[in-house]
DNA sequence: AATGATTTCAACCGCATATCT
DNA sequence: AAGATATGCGGTTGAAATCAT
């Protein structure tokens, strides 16, 4: 199997990406969708090798991404997670709407594994770090010793949840407080970033070790049974509000329906409904998918909205051989209005996502081109402020495509003051969604990175 | 204010696997 | 069936940001 052949091309661009590539890519794939990615940069005029423009899209301009800091209960559900499927990146992040695996690796190495040693657990296998060093050398024990590792989980969140009481204050900030460096610094010399990578995994060697029926025995019992019988208590895991019927349908779907497949999906092919209160109501109920496998699985794509329960799924998936990214219709109707309190009345009642039909579907790409190009062009895009181009890359590649410049830039311009008057640096909304997640923020960082990059036009 | 240390995170790399020819 | 190519994933790197002195 060769390498990429991306990677013997001279000539092509490396490093971080400038505002004007991140432009040309968001043209190009609100307009035509990706495709193959290998051919996008020779379309969009990228001098990018496709992988690059790939992992751009996903890590970055994906318009569902949540961006801003990991909620609390995020935490929970990340380290929970982490024990039952060890560095599966991927298979994580599709529990978690709006998130990236690679943002969830980078908050795992960062952050979440020294809180984990902070409290004495070994981050690697989930068990009190005096027993793994009382083990020797068995650091990376088999992954398949499920029950022994959601024991420790309950006493890992408990003392996550009370560290957190707190919770206004941000992650990051409490990262920077002097306390939490003086414990970051009792638990290791020389644990910077880099060299806990080297303890990173060996996930390779052990993803296999992960048995069917380990997972299914630690599902059902923790997530499937506790949420069917109603059972709460205060902030157990098993209270974190997450359906699992998608936990496999990422990379290692394989894995699982190649071996139990009645485990996760219904012979209907359809994700196997733990608990349809939670499948249908309060969480977004679907990731964009991320393989031919997900694919085959007809499910509402409804990334980082809170919505009513009798909400209708969004978009469906048709099955065929080709795989690609359509952006779809942009409905009617649209709440938004001029100016700043049109802003928060939009962000409150409504989002693009619900105005819009996403669909990470299947089919013939020359069919689908010249829709998504139609639809695109909605007349309501004039409409959308700039939160939303902030927030939704999409709006704002589509809006390109119709505004002058100059119009574009005022508009900016305009809405960039109202930030700024507003000094919290995050989006008034942020309050109407903090159930089952407190994302969607936008952080100052965040606003100023898109206001360099986007400000100029 | 300057400088070094530390942390964060976007992006790259290489590999495994899927798909195509 | 076999080789070529495309895609996806996890590990790693290093520039930029932030903190500490």
């Not at 599966?88 to 529990?95: G, L, T």
């Not at 009645?262 to 499948?279: A, G, Q």
Request: proline content about 6%; overall charge neutral.
């Amino acid at each position: 199997m060769g390498r990429h052949s991306c990677c013997y091309k001279q000539k092509l661009r490396k490093g971080l990406w400038s505002p004007e590539e991140d432009e040309k890519l968001l043209r190009h794939i609100t307009k035509y969708g990706h495709g193959c990615w290998s051919s996008v940069p020779k379309q969009a005029g990228l001098q990018r090798c496709g992988k690059s423009c790939r992992l751009r899209w996903i890590n970055y301009l994906r318009p569902d991404l949540k961006r801003g800091t990991f909620s609390q209960q995020e935490e929970n559900l990340i380290i929970e997670l982490h024990a039952v499927l060890g560095n599966r990146w991927s298979q994580i992040a599709a529990q978690l709407p709006g998130r990236t695996d690679n943002e969830i690796k980078n908050l795992w190495n960062s952050c979440l594994k020294k809180k984990l040693r902070q409290r004495g657990i070994d981050p690697v296998t989930h068990k009190p770090l005096s027993e793994v060093e009382n083990n020797g050398e068995d650091k990376n024990p088999p992954a398949n010793n499920v029950q022994d590792k959601a024991s420790g989980v309950s006493n890992e969140l408990n003392f996550l949840q009370a560290n957190n009481s707190n919770r206004g204050q941000s992650l990051q900030e409490k990262k920077r407080s002097p306390a939490s460096a003086q414990a970051y610094q009792l638990e290791g010399q020389g644990s910077n970033s880099k060299t806990m990578s080297s303890n990173a995994n060996n996930h390779r060697n052990n993803s296999n070790l992960l048995t069917p029926v380990s997972n299914k025995d630690f599902f059902l019992e923790r997530f499937a049974t506790s949420h069917q019988e109603g059972s709460t208590s205060n902030c157990q895991p098993s209270d974190l509000h997450f359906p699992l019927q998608q936990l496999n349908y990422a990379s290692n779907a394989r894995l699982i329906t190649n071996s139990i497949p009645s485990l996760w999906f219904t012979n209907t092919s359809k994700p196997l409904d733990m608990n349809s209160e939670f499948s249908s109501s309060s969480i977004p109920s679907i990731l964009p998918p991320t393989t031919s496998s997900f694919l085959s699985t007809p499910l509402a794509f409804k990334p980082s909205v809170t919505v009513p329960s009798d909400d209708p799924p969004l978009a469906s998936f048709p099955i065929s051989s080709s795989r690609y990214w359509e952006a779809g219709a942009p409905s009617n109707n649209s709440n938004s209005s001029t100016g700043s309190s049109g802003y928060t009345e939009l962000q409150t009642n409504s989002s693009f996502f619900e105005n819009t039909l996403f669909s990470w579907g299947l089919g013939d790409c020359s069919s689908t081109e010249k829709e998504g190009q139609n639809q695109l062009m909605g007349s309501q895009q004039e409409d959308v402020k700039w939160p939303e181009y902030l927030h939704n890359p999409l709006i704002m590649a589509a809006a390109l495509q119709n505004q002058s410049p100059q119009s574009l830039y005022n508009e900016i311009k305009s809405e960039t003051q109202f930030l700024s008057e507003n000094s919290s640096g995050m989006w008034p909304h942020n309050q109407q969604q903090q159930e089952p997640f407190q994302t969607s923020n936008i952080c100052a960082k965040d606003i100023q990175r898109l206001t360099a990059a986007y400000g100029h036009i």
